[in-house]
């Protein structure tokens, strides 16, 4: 019984935590490692001859050496920014009428629609300004793709400065994820088309209404706009684990 409240009570005991090596156990003055500062001194030339020659230092298994950049993440990375550069080239917009189909892509948005700006703007003097916004994005998002690849890619004096230098990158593409983010805020709300619904009947378009909003945005929308987008997100998440 003695023996069992003895053992309860040690358990209790705040300071147990300290009994290890070197304190309680062993206790005392703990001796110098090295016999000698010569032998010192000739373990630190070692160590340091050793690195010259090799990535991973005697401690490899330290986490504070650990792989930043497997090959794993390198791989969704690349496919990441490939997807950039891709879909900022491929058709983001698909608008079908009676005349046919006319297909837009990213980086030239602008340019396409520009000679019906005039046209455009009579039905809402906002929707003129989508096109520079939309061609915005898709330059951003060619040149981050290539700024990625590059930084990935491009030849480092070490593997600090590539990954450094691959944290830029990728962190600064949390910009074209705001202006998504905020064009998707605008076109919840939407701006109104006045006659939108009788032009959409008479000129059979696909998608327009009353309204130019978020549906109107999701109809027109095709995948290589999800595809940059995406990008951005996957470049942008991993610029936090570097």
């Given at each position: ?77 690349t496919i990441a920014s490939l997807g950039l550069v ?157």
């Amino acid at each position: 019984m003695a023996e069992k409240e003895t053992k309860n009570n040690s358990s209790l005991d705040p300071d147990i935590r300290y009994k290890y090596i070197g304190f309680d156990v062993y206790g005392g003055k703990v001796s110098e490692y090295f016999k000698s500062e010569e032998e010192k001194k000739k373990y630190e030339i070692s160590v340091e001859e050793y690195s010259k020659s090799h990535y991973a230092p005697l401690r490899s298994g330290t986490a504070v050496r650990a792989n930043l950049l497997s090959v794993r993440d390198r791989v969704v990375l690349t496919i990441a920014s490939l997807g950039l550069v891709i879909g900022s080239l491929f058709t983001w917009f698909k608008v079908e009428s009676i005349y046919g189909t006319m297909t837009v892509s990213g980086i030239l948005t602008f340019s396409s629609v520009s000679s019906l700006s005039d046209i455009i703007g009579r039905f809402n003097p906002m929707l003129p300004n989508l096109p520079y916004i939309f061609s915005g994005i898709a330059v951003l998002s060619l040149i981050f793709g290539v700024a990625s690849l590059i930084a990935m890619y491009l030849p480092a004096r070490d593997m600090d400065q590539r990954i450094s230098r691959l944290k830029h990158i990728l962190g600064w593409q949390y910009l074209p994820i705001v202006l998504w983010i905020g064009m998707f805020i605008w076109l919840t709300v939407g701006f109104d088309i006045p006659m939108g619904d009788e032009v959409a009947n008479i000129y059979m378009i696909k998608g327009l209404g009353s309204k130019f909003n978020i549906i109107t945005f999701w109809v027109m929308a095709q995948p290589a706009l999800w595809v940059t987008f995406a990008g951005h997100i996957v470049n942008a998440v991993k610029s936090n684990d570097l």
